[in-house]
T-cell receptor
Framework: GQQLNQSPQSMFIQEGEDVSMNCTSSSIFNTWLWYKQDPGEGPVLLIALYKAGELTSNGRLTAQFGITRKDSFLNISASIPSDVGIYFCAGQGGNTPLVFGKGTRLSVIA | DAGVIQSPRHEVTEMGQEVTLRCKPISGHDYLFWYRQTMMRGLELLIYFNNNVPIDDSGMPEDRFSAKMPNASFSTLKIQPSEPRDSAVYFC??????????FGSGTQLSVL
């Protein structure tokens, strides 16, 4: 089945630093999404991307749909303590359900 | 809207017991998904429904797992008999379009 490789697995950063994480796939996807999961809660949708090359922002978050349609990245600028959590990429190809990456666990040191 | 509502939030049971997890999706959403999350395997799709009909249950681990959606506002995931390896967080999610999922807060299941 389709698999997503998400990296890094975890990150420790200082408050105020920028963060970058990415996701690659062996398959072409039509849709890429990024979710964030806070402790004890379910994932929440941050950004959805529908077109190769698309660059979309949501506040301090920016995500891009790779030109090859096999990758996506998420940037967080000027991190703050509430950015702590697990970030998941997810992709969908054709009529199949979403496939999720294993997540990037972000820790922000104040 | 209250969002996707799951119950119970926590369930501790003994091996061999039957476990039933419940989900109320967001009103108007046509899709309902059941996921299982573990450290080792991440988020795994177990089954999803469209308009109350099961579409893909290929992720259901084995016959001990079953899911139903008797109407548009309720779904259950049942494990009978439960085993320690079933311990995980189980999420229900619903959506209007297939990819924009709204997740519940999950049920933390511990099978002793």
């Amino acid at each position: 089945g389709q698999q997503l490789n998400q990296s890094p697995q975890s990150m420790f950063i200082q408050e105020g630093e920028d963060v970058s994480m990415n996701c690659t796939s062996s398959s072409i996807f039509n849709t890429w999404l990024w979710y964030k999961q806070d402790p004890g809660e379910g994932p929440v949708l941050l950004i959805a991307l529908y077109k190769a090359g698309e660059l979309t922002s949501n506040g301090r978050l920016t995500a891009q749909f790779g030109i090859t349609r096999k990758d996506s990245f998420l940037n967080i600028s000027a991190s703050i303590p509430s950015d702590v959590g697990i970030y998941f990429c997810a992709g969908q190809g054709g009529n199949t359900p979403l496939v999720f990456g294993k997540g990037t666990r972000l820790s922000v040191i104040a | 809207d209250a969002g996707v509502i799951q119950s119970p939030r926590h369930e501790v049971t003994e091996m061999g017991q039957e476990v039933t997890l419940r989900c109320k999706p967001i009103s108007g959403h046509d899709y309902l998904f059941w996921y299982r999350q573990t450290m080792m395997r991440g988020l795994e799709l177990l089954i999803y429904f469209n308009n109350n009909v099961p579409i893909d249950d290929s992720g259901m681990p084995e016959d001990r797992f079953s899911a139903k959606m008797p109407n548009a506002s309720f779904s259950t995931l049942k494990i009978q008999p439960s085993e320690p390896r079933d311990s995980a967080v189980y999420f229900c999610a619903s959506s209007f379009v297939k990819e924009k999922l709204f997740f519940g807060s999950g049920t933390q299941l511990s099978v002793l």
